[in-house]
């Protein structure tokens, strides 16, 4: 049976040129992008804001995985509804380089899982505070096109609920993989900064060049 995720959209402009799927974290729900999406004020893009599929177990609110390490995991709710929203999103004209993912907390996981997996590189996926939780299944089932798929990662190294560890295991993994990708750190716990609004909006807007110019910064660096 075919799946659709609840979701909430807001246009920019009348003739949106980028479509960005905001994926919460646990517990989250289609409206707590709302702020970041005010926020980032991004130029010519229609977010697309689903909601989870599954409830949180021991708390309210929604989940995109359900179960746990002994039973096992089930996602195929998630993986459905999100492939209907990306045709969704191709029906609706936007070419699938102006289509990009954004995922916090376990939406980062889900962003990472989902991206590597599609038959088609995408604009770029931007994981923020996020983790690989699924290693050797996710490395079987990528995708040989999806590693074109540019990547930012984002952590703060304050954060004592994922550890920035997390993210620095997968910024290995999606380099190894040969994926475009830059890792930036800030200080701060489990939140998506301000201060770093300014970086998401451009690497929506051109994410190679960001990737490029932030990976030589850091080389130039490590040098001196």
């Known amino acids: 049976m075919s799946y ?37 004020k991004i130029e010519n893009a229609k977010w697309y804001l689903p ?48 289509i990009f993912l954004i995922g916090f907390s376990q939406g980062a996981c889900l962003a990472i899982d989902f991206a590597l997996r599609l038959p088609f590189p995408i604009g770029g996926i931007i994981p923020i505070a996020g983790f690989i939780k699924f290693k050797t299944q996710l490395l079987n089932e990528a995708t040989k096109e999806s590693i074109n798929t540019p990547i930012l990662l984002m952590h703060g190294n304050k954060d004592d609920i994922i550890p920035i560890k997390a993210s620095e295991t997968a910024n290995q993994i999606l380099a190894a993989r040969g994926h475009p990708v830059y890792f930036e750190t800030y200080n701060a716990p489990h939140k998506i900064p301000k201060k770093k609004m300014g970086l998401i909006r451009d690497f929506v807007k051109n994410p190679l060049n960001i990737i490029t110019k932030s990976n030589i910064q850091y080389h130039r660096q490590k040098i001196v």
């Not at 040129?17 to 646990?26: L, M, R, V």
């Not at 929604?62 to 492939?83: H, I, L, R, Y």
Request: glycine share 10%.
């Open 51 to 98: 909601r989870a599929p599954y409830k949180a177990e021991s708390k309210n609110g929604n989940s995109w995985f359900a179960g746990n390490d002994v039973d096992g995991w089930e996602f195929d709710k998630t993986f459905d509804g999100m492939n209907n929203l990306i045709n969704e999103i191709q029906n609706s004209g936007f070419s699938n380089s102006n």
């Open 4 to 40: 659709k995720l609840v979701t909430q959209t807001y246009s920019s402009s009348k003739n949106p040129k980028k479509a960005i799927i905001g994926i919460h974290g646990w517990t989250g729900d289609e409206y707590v992008f709302e702020p970041i999406v005010k926020l980032l």
